[in-house]
């Protein structure tokens, strides 16, 4: 077959990806390949406007099969990569050899695995995909007993959106706060006391010993001899890079693809974008990362494309996430760092607050924001500038950040 740019991920970041190199001119075959039934999607909206009814296909879908055509960028849906050889610049799909000019990597994240006694003989689910959330959808309601094991952002989402519909939710986390590891205990705490007056039974300090099942029933067993009863038994206990493929033809990977600012892997002409990337986060901070955001898939999506196609890069992005839960919207700008300063501003009490991380130069390197929307913007701004911003400032709810803003790198 004729090569151009093979993409192995139908997700957000490989669909956006192909649309970025038709958007900056690149005229060859482009040939975007995924293993599920689905043209490219959104996930976030899975967890929550989707379960809850409040999304339809269209909300989900990036683009519709028209713009596919239009765009002469040939989908093939549930069709699974089983090799790529890098020298002989091809991939391998059942059996047969396609070759490729240029190949992009987007095989996203895959749920780190459940490896307590009794899993194997237990029904559980997990929620990463349309069908996955196509299944847990008509389970969530009143009535219904609904386990979630780990309080990540999106098991709490989950939670949120059960307790609408009816549910009974209960939430086990092994840490001593949910969002332990990525979440500053201010947060963490603000969002235990949401979900507890919204009738979450959230249990942190919380050691899974086993797990088990009877007829209809699921059971989880805890160190301290408590059991849980559930109808349901959802797990979301993290992520790891789908990076298999990459690792079998020999390019580095480091908890995910190793990628440089372009997206560039250790192999000429092969790039790697979105979740199952590890890369830099410069100027801001030091080390890699493997960030698992919307933003950062279509940041680096746009990074292939480029380097690709000779387009203009892309400048670099301070990275965000998002996550709604209830009437609470949060937002956080840039990466949490352990040993920094924490200026709280507004009152965690009203819903309403945002909490700074200052470095040992005053500089904001992270905010999380809840219903603040102001505070995020400003926050991704100061970090994007390296600004210095005093104590007092910040936790003034009242005062205005925009004259820190018209500081220049």
Known sequence: MSAGVVIIGAGHAGGSAAAFLRQYGYEGPITLIGDEPHLPYQRPPLSKAWLKGEASGDDLYLRTQDFYDEANIAVWLERRVEAIDTAGKTVTIDGDPI????????????????????????????????????WLKPHLRAGQRIGLIGAGYVGLEVAASARKLGSAVTVLERESRILARVASPVLSEAFTRIHRDNGVNLITGAEVVRVSADDDLRRVHMADGAVHEFDVLLVGIGALPADDLAQASGIVCANGIVVDPEARTSAANVFAIGDVTSREVKPWYEGRYRLESVPSALEQAKQAAAAITGF????????????????????????????????????????????????????????????????????????HKAVAVEDNVISDADASLKPYLQTTR
């Open 99 to 134: 070759g490729y000019e240029h190949l992009i990597i987007a095989t996203g994240s895959k749920a780190r695995p459940f490896g307590c006694p009794g899993a194997e003989g237990t029904p559980y689910h997990l929620l990463r995909t349309i069908a996955d959330a196509e």
């Open 312 to 383: 203009k890069a892309p400048p670099p992005e301070v990275p965000w996430f998002w996550s709604d839960q209830y009437d609470y919207k949060l937002q956080i700008a840039g990466l949490t760092r352990p040993g920094v300063k924490l200026i709280t501003r507004g009152d965690p009490m009203t819903g309403a607050f945002s909490v700074f991380h200052l470095n040992d130069s005053q500089q904001v390197i992270c905010v999380e924001s809840v219903n603040r929307p102001a505070d995020f913007m400003a926050g991704k701004q100061l970090i």
